[in-house]
Protein backbone atom coordinates (compact mmCIF):
# COMPACT_ATOMS: atom_id res chain seq x y z
CA UNK A 1 0.00 0.00 0.00
CA UNK A 2 1.40 3.39 -0.87
CA UNK A 3 2.16 5.79 1.34
CA UNK A 4 1.04 9.96 1.05
CA UNK A 5 1.74 12.38 3.32
CA UNK A 6 -0.72 15.37 3.32
CA UNK A 7 0.44 18.99 4.33
CA UNK A 8 -2.47 21.26 4.81
CA UNK A 9 -3.49 23.78 7.52
CA UNK A 10 -7.39 23.61 6.24
CA UNK A 11 -8.35 20.98 8.42
CA UNK A 12 -11.37 20.82 6.34
CA UNK A 13 -9.56 20.65 2.91
CA UNK A 14 -6.99 18.25 4.75
CA UNK A 15 -9.66 15.27 6.12
CA UNK A 16 -11.23 15.83 2.95
CA UNK A 17 -8.32 14.88 0.97
CA UNK A 18 -7.28 12.09 3.12
CA UNK A 19 -10.90 10.75 3.03
CA UNK A 20 -10.57 10.45 -1.04
CA UNK A 21 -7.14 9.17 -0.80
CA UNK A 22 -8.06 6.33 1.88
CA UNK A 23 -11.11 4.97 0.32
CA UNK A 24 -8.55 4.82 -3.09
CA UNK A 25 -6.92 2.44 -1.18
CA UNK A 26 -3.77 4.87 -0.16
CA UNK A 27 -2.11 4.67 3.67
CA UNK A 28 -2.30 8.62 4.54
CA UNK A 29 -0.39 10.68 7.09
CA UNK A 30 -1.17 14.03 8.23
CA UNK A 31 0.39 17.02 9.26
CA UNK A 32 -1.17 20.42 9.96
CA UNK A 33 1.71 22.90 9.16
CA UNK A 34 5.15 22.95 6.74
CA UNK A 35 7.16 22.64 9.95
CA UNK A 36 5.68 19.02 10.90
CA UNK A 37 4.90 18.17 7.69
CA UNK A 38 8.52 18.02 6.89
CA UNK A 39 9.38 15.85 10.53
CA UNK A 40 6.95 13.27 9.23
CA UNK A 41 8.26 13.37 5.92
CA UNK A 42 12.00 12.25 7.45
CA UNK A 43 10.48 9.96 9.68
CA UNK A 44 7.79 7.94 7.39
CA UNK A 45 9.22 8.20 4.56
CA UNK A 46 6.14 8.48 2.35
CA UNK A 47 6.00 7.30 -1.71
CA UNK A 48 3.99 10.67 -2.35
CA UNK A 49 3.96 14.65 -0.60
CA UNK A 50 1.42 16.67 -1.37
CA UNK A 51 1.65 19.97 0.38
CA UNK A 52 -0.46 23.24 0.07
CA UNK A 53 2.10 26.23 -0.69
CA UNK A 54 0.79 28.89 1.54
CA UNK A 55 1.09 27.38 5.36
CA UNK A 56 1.87 29.22 9.12
CA UNK A 57 5.24 28.50 10.08
CA UNK A 58 6.72 27.08 7.20
CA UNK A 59 5.00 27.77 3.57
CA UNK A 60 4.81 24.84 0.90
CA UNK A 61 8.23 26.52 -0.87
CA UNK A 62 10.19 26.35 2.39
CA UNK A 63 8.87 22.44 3.07
CA UNK A 64 10.28 21.44 -0.51
CA UNK A 65 13.86 23.07 0.04
CA UNK A 66 14.41 21.17 3.16
CA UNK A 67 13.01 18.09 1.75
CA UNK A 68 15.34 18.28 -1.70
CA UNK A 69 17.73 18.83 0.51
CA UNK A 70 17.95 15.56 2.29
CA UNK A 71 19.34 12.69 0.31
CA UNK A 72 16.70 10.48 2.00
CA UNK A 73 13.62 12.54 0.99
CA UNK A 74 14.81 14.33 -2.36
CA UNK A 75 13.42 11.43 -4.37
CA UNK A 76 9.93 11.56 -3.56
CA UNK A 77 7.35 12.71 -5.50
CA UNK A 78 5.83 16.11 -4.38
CA UNK A 79 2.53 18.06 -5.45
CA UNK A 80 1.59 21.53 -4.58
CA UNK A 81 -1.58 22.56 -3.68
CA UNK A 82 -2.35 26.08 -3.88
CA UNK A 83 -5.73 28.70 -4.54
CA UNK A 84 -3.74 30.76 -6.82
CA UNK A 85 -4.30 30.13 -10.46
CA UNK A 86 -2.36 31.54 -13.31
CA UNK A 87 1.19 30.65 -15.21
CA UNK A 88 3.78 32.77 -13.00
CA UNK A 89 2.62 30.83 -10.12
CA UNK A 90 2.49 27.52 -11.86
CA UNK A 91 6.36 28.36 -13.27
CA UNK A 92 7.96 29.22 -9.71
CA UNK A 93 6.23 25.98 -8.63
CA UNK A 94 7.72 23.72 -11.18
CA UNK A 95 10.98 25.54 -11.17
CA UNK A 96 11.06 24.94 -7.31
CA UNK A 97 11.52 21.43 -7.98
CA UNK A 98 7.71 20.17 -7.26
CA UNK A 99 6.75 17.42 -9.89
CA UNK A 100 3.18 18.66 -10.00
CA UNK A 101 0.68 21.25 -9.07
CA UNK A 102 -2.83 21.15 -8.48
CA UNK A 103 -5.57 24.85 -8.08
CA UNK A 104 -7.76 24.46 -5.14
CA UNK A 105 -10.87 23.52 -5.78
CA UNK A 106 -10.03 20.25 -7.45
CA UNK A 107 -11.90 17.57 -8.35
CA UNK A 108 -11.56 13.87 -6.90
CA UNK A 109 -10.67 12.66 -10.18
CA UNK A 110 -8.11 15.30 -11.18
CA UNK A 111 -6.72 14.42 -7.65
CA UNK A 112 -5.97 11.11 -8.31
CA UNK A 113 -5.10 11.06 -11.55
CA UNK A 114 -2.66 13.23 -10.90
CA UNK A 115 -0.92 10.92 -8.09
CA UNK A 116 -1.57 7.90 -10.62
CA UNK A 117 0.81 9.45 -12.84
CA UNK A 118 3.53 10.78 -10.18
CA UNK A 119 3.93 7.38 -8.47
CA UNK A 120 3.92 5.91 -11.98
CA UNK A 121 6.91 8.06 -12.52
CA UNK A 122 8.57 7.70 -9.70
CA UNK A 123 8.53 4.12 -9.65
CA UNK A 124 10.86 4.23 -13.24
CA UNK A 125 12.89 6.82 -11.64
CA UNK A 126 13.37 4.46 -8.38
CA UNK A 127 14.35 1.77 -10.21
CA UNK A 128 17.65 0.73 -9.09
CA UNK A 129 20.36 -0.67 -11.94
CA UNK A 130 21.02 -4.12 -11.27
CA UNK A 131 21.47 -4.44 -14.50
CA UNK A 132 23.11 -1.84 -16.90
CA UNK A 133 20.79 -0.48 -19.58
CA UNK A 134 22.19 -1.86 -22.94
CA UNK A 135 22.61 2.12 -23.79
CA UNK A 136 23.01 5.45 -21.61
CA UNK A 137 20.33 7.26 -23.56
CA UNK A 138 18.51 4.56 -21.37
CA UNK A 139 19.47 5.72 -18.42
CA UNK A 140 18.15 9.57 -19.82
CA UNK A 141 15.06 7.79 -20.87
CA UNK A 142 14.04 6.19 -17.76
CA UNK A 143 15.02 9.02 -15.52
CA UNK A 144 13.16 11.60 -17.85
CA UNK A 145 9.63 12.34 -17.95
CA UNK A 146 9.67 13.24 -21.54
CA UNK A 147 12.00 10.13 -22.72
CA UNK A 148 14.76 12.31 -23.51
CA UNK A 149 15.64 16.29 -23.31
CA UNK A 150 15.64 18.27 -26.50
CA UNK A 151 18.95 19.53 -27.29
CA UNK A 152 20.60 17.14 -25.60
CA UNK A 153 22.69 14.39 -27.48
CA UNK A 154 24.79 12.31 -24.92
CA UNK A 155 26.08 9.44 -27.39
CA UNK A 156 25.05 6.73 -28.42
CA UNK A 157 28.16 5.02 -29.20
CA UNK A 158 30.66 4.15 -26.67
CA UNK A 159 34.85 3.76 -26.98
CA UNK A 160 36.51 1.16 -26.78
CA UNK A 161 39.63 1.08 -24.71
CA UNK A 162 41.97 -2.12 -24.02
CA UNK A 163 43.12 -3.30 -20.60
CA UNK A 164 45.45 -0.90 -18.96
CA UNK A 165 44.54 2.22 -20.66
CA UNK A 166 44.25 5.61 -18.82
CA UNK A 167 40.83 6.94 -19.15
CA UNK A 168 42.17 10.55 -16.47
CA UNK A 169 44.66 10.89 -14.48
CA UNK A 170 44.95 13.32 -11.23
CA UNK A 171 44.69 16.45 -12.19
CA UNK A 172 43.46 16.25 -15.05
CA UNK A 173 40.94 18.92 -16.80
CA UNK A 174 37.51 17.59 -15.80
CA UNK A 175 36.60 17.37 -19.88
CA UNK A 176 34.18 14.24 -19.43
CA UNK A 177 31.76 12.44 -17.37
CA UNK A 178 32.04 8.51 -18.36
CA UNK A 179 30.12 5.55 -18.55
CA UNK A 180 31.03 2.27 -18.48
CA UNK A 181 28.98 -0.13 -21.03
CA UNK A 182 30.90 -3.00 -20.70
CA UNK A 183 34.64 -4.02 -19.17
CA UNK A 184 35.94 -2.80 -15.59
CA UNK A 185 37.86 0.09 -14.77
CA UNK A 186 39.39 1.29 -11.70
CA UNK A 187 39.13 4.41 -9.73
CA UNK A 188 42.25 4.75 -7.46
CA UNK A 189 44.50 7.26 -6.05
CA UNK A 190 48.50 7.28 -5.54
CA UNK A 191 50.04 8.41 -2.49
CA UNK A 192 53.26 10.22 -2.43
CA UNK A 193 55.59 7.15 -2.41
CA UNK A 194 53.27 5.82 -5.69
CA UNK A 195 51.37 3.51 -3.56
CA UNK A 196 47.78 2.61 -5.51
CA UNK A 197 44.50 3.04 -2.94
CA UNK A 198 41.37 1.67 -5.12
CA UNK A 199 38.75 3.70 -4.47
CA UNK A 200 36.11 1.97 -6.78
CA UNK A 201 35.61 -0.83 -9.50
CA UNK A 202 33.28 0.46 -11.86
CA UNK A 203 30.94 -2.18 -13.62
CA UNK A 204 28.75 -1.93 -16.88
CA UNK A 205 25.90 0.60 -16.15
CA UNK A 206 28.31 2.97 -13.29
CA UNK A 207 29.02 6.47 -14.03
CA UNK A 208 32.55 8.01 -12.84
CA UNK A 209 33.97 11.25 -12.79
CA UNK A 210 30.74 13.13 -12.07
CA UNK A 211 31.83 13.91 -8.55
CA UNK A 212 34.64 15.91 -10.12
CA UNK A 213 33.01 17.41 -12.83
CA UNK A 214 30.34 18.59 -10.33
CA UNK A 215 33.25 19.25 -7.41
CA UNK A 216 35.33 21.44 -9.78
CA UNK A 217 37.76 21.63 -12.51
CA UNK A 218 40.13 18.79 -11.42
CA UNK A 219 39.76 15.13 -11.59
CA UNK A 220 41.17 14.24 -7.82
CA UNK A 221 41.41 10.61 -8.44
CA UNK A 222 42.60 8.66 -11.92
CA UNK A 223 40.44 6.14 -13.94
CA UNK A 224 42.41 2.94 -15.41
CA UNK A 225 40.91 -0.04 -17.65
CA UNK A 226 41.02 -3.14 -15.89
CA UNK A 227 39.57 -5.33 -18.73
CA UNK A 228 38.69 -4.21 -22.59
CA UNK A 229 35.61 -2.19 -21.88
CA UNK A 230 33.76 0.68 -24.29
CA UNK A 231 33.32 3.62 -22.25
CA UNK A 232 30.66 6.64 -23.37
CA UNK A 233 32.32 9.91 -22.65
CA UNK A 234 29.62 12.75 -21.90
CA UNK A 235 31.39 16.14 -22.75
CA UNK A 236 31.50 18.56 -19.20
CA UNK A 237 29.03 21.15 -20.66
CA UNK A 238 26.18 18.31 -21.92
CA UNK A 239 26.26 16.48 -18.50
CA UNK A 240 25.61 19.50 -16.93
CA UNK A 241 23.19 20.85 -18.73
CA UNK A 242 21.83 17.73 -18.47
CA UNK A 243 21.63 18.32 -14.53
CA UNK A 244 20.29 21.62 -14.92
CA UNK A 245 17.39 21.21 -16.96
CA UNK A 246 16.03 18.20 -15.85
CA UNK A 247 14.73 17.40 -11.79
CA UNK A 248 14.80 13.91 -12.44
CA UNK A 249 18.30 13.26 -13.72
CA UNK A 250 19.81 15.23 -11.24
CA UNK A 251 17.65 13.78 -8.49
CA UNK A 252 19.04 10.38 -9.47
CA UNK A 253 22.71 12.04 -9.13
CA UNK A 254 22.01 13.20 -5.76
CA UNK A 255 20.92 9.79 -5.04
CA UNK A 256 23.97 7.87 -6.22
CA UNK A 257 26.13 10.56 -4.99
CA UNK A 258 24.54 9.89 -1.47
CA UNK A 259 25.56 6.39 -1.45
CA UNK A 260 28.88 7.14 -2.37
CA UNK A 261 29.88 9.38 0.24
CA UNK A 262 28.30 6.88 3.00
CA UNK A 263 30.39 3.92 1.39
CA UNK A 264 33.66 6.34 1.33
CA UNK A 265 32.84 7.21 5.03
CA UNK A 266 32.46 3.34 6.15
CA UNK A 267 35.47 2.58 4.38
CA UNK A 268 37.64 5.48 5.98
CA UNK A 269 36.30 4.18 8.97
CA UNK A 270 37.19 0.30 8.27
CA UNK A 271 41.34 1.69 7.12
CA UNK A 272 41.20 3.47 10.49
CA UNK A 273 39.91 0.81 12.73
CA UNK A 274 39.53 -2.85 11.38
CA UNK A 275 43.22 -4.98 10.84
CA UNK A 276 44.57 -5.57 7.57
CA UNK A 277 42.57 -9.23 8.15
CA UNK A 278 39.65 -7.22 8.33
CA UNK A 279 39.98 -5.07 5.98
CA UNK A 280 40.90 -8.21 3.24
CA UNK A 281 37.81 -9.92 4.34
CA UNK A 282 35.41 -6.78 3.71
CA UNK A 283 36.71 -6.11 0.26
CA UNK A 284 36.43 -9.65 -0.50
CA UNK A 285 33.04 -9.52 0.36
CA UNK A 286 32.34 -6.21 -1.12
CA UNK A 287 33.62 -7.39 -5.04
CA UNK A 288 31.29 -10.62 -4.46
CA UNK A 289 28.38 -8.48 -4.00
CA UNK A 290 29.92 -5.89 -6.48
CA UNK A 291 29.81 -8.54 -9.40
CA UNK A 292 27.07 -11.00 -8.13
CA UNK A 293 25.13 -10.39 -11.21
CA UNK A 294 28.04 -9.82 -13.61
CA UNK A 295 28.43 -12.23 -16.48
CA UNK A 296 32.59 -12.46 -15.82
CA UNK A 297 33.83 -11.68 -12.02
CA UNK A 298 37.39 -9.06 -12.61
CA UNK A 299 40.28 -10.64 -12.24
CA UNK A 300 42.24 -8.69 -10.10
CA UNK A 301 46.36 -8.96 -10.13
CA UNK A 302 47.41 -9.21 -6.02
CA UNK A 303 48.67 -5.96 -6.44
CA UNK A 304 44.96 -4.22 -7.11
CA UNK A 305 43.62 -6.40 -4.53
CA UNK A 306 45.80 -5.50 -2.33
CA UNK A 307 45.02 -1.77 -3.25
CA UNK A 308 41.65 -1.96 -2.40
CA UNK A 309 42.38 -3.57 1.01
CA UNK A 310 45.09 -0.44 1.32
CA UNK A 311 48.00 -2.44 2.02
CA UNK A 312 50.91 -4.04 1.06
CA UNK A 313 50.82 -7.00 -1.24
CA UNK A 314 52.84 -9.65 1.35
CA UNK A 315 50.11 -8.25 3.70
CA UNK A 316 47.57 -9.19 1.77
CA UNK A 317 48.74 -12.89 0.41
CA UNK A 318 49.30 -13.47 3.96
CA UNK A 319 45.82 -12.80 4.84
CA UNK A 320 45.04 -14.59 2.20
CA UNK A 321 46.74 -17.63 3.14
CA UNK A 322 45.34 -17.68 6.27
CA UNK A 323 41.97 -17.47 5.29
CA UNK A 324 42.56 -20.68 2.28
CA UNK A 325 43.61 -22.33 5.48
CA UNK A 326 40.28 -21.42 7.69
CA UNK A 327 38.86 -23.06 4.78
CA UNK A 328 36.87 -19.86 4.01
CA UNK A 329 38.32 -19.37 0.94
CA UNK A 330 39.98 -21.45 -2.42
CA UNK A 331 42.45 -19.31 -4.43
CA UNK A 332 42.37 -20.42 -8.54
CA UNK A 333 45.11 -18.10 -10.06
CA UNK A 334 44.11 -14.76 -9.78
CA UNK A 335 40.26 -15.46 -8.41
CA UNK A 336 39.98 -15.89 -4.70
CA UNK A 337 36.48 -17.91 -4.06
CA UNK A 338 34.56 -17.76 -1.09
CA UNK A 339 34.23 -20.74 0.08
CA UNK A 340 32.14 -19.81 3.61
CA UNK A 341 30.72 -16.85 3.39
CA UNK A 342 28.89 -16.64 6.65
CA UNK A 343 32.18 -17.31 8.34
CA UNK A 344 33.35 -14.45 6.44
CA UNK A 345 30.96 -12.06 7.18
CA UNK A 346 31.42 -12.51 10.98
CA UNK A 347 35.28 -12.12 10.95
CA UNK A 348 34.63 -8.61 8.83
CA UNK A 349 31.48 -7.99 11.45
CA UNK A 350 28.61 -7.77 9.08
Not at 285 to 298: H, I, M, V, Y
Request: charged share 30%.
Amino acid sequence: MKKILIIEDNQFLRTTTADILQLAGYEVIQAEHGKSGVERAQLDRPDMIVCDVEMPELDGYGVLHYLSNDPKTAMIPFIFLTSRDGAEEMRRGMSSGADDYLVKPFSEADLLATIEVRLKKSAILQREYGRPPQRLNEFIADASEQGGIPGIDVGDRPRRFGTGQVLFSEGDATNNVYYVASGVVKVFRTDNYGKELIIELCKPGDFLGHMDVLKGLEYTSAAEVLEDSEVHLIPRKVFLDLMHRNRDVAMRFIRMLAGEVTQNQERLLALAYASVRERTAQALLDLSNRFKEAATKPQLSREDLAGMVGTAKESLIRALSDFKSDGWVSLQGKNVIIEDEASLKRFAGR
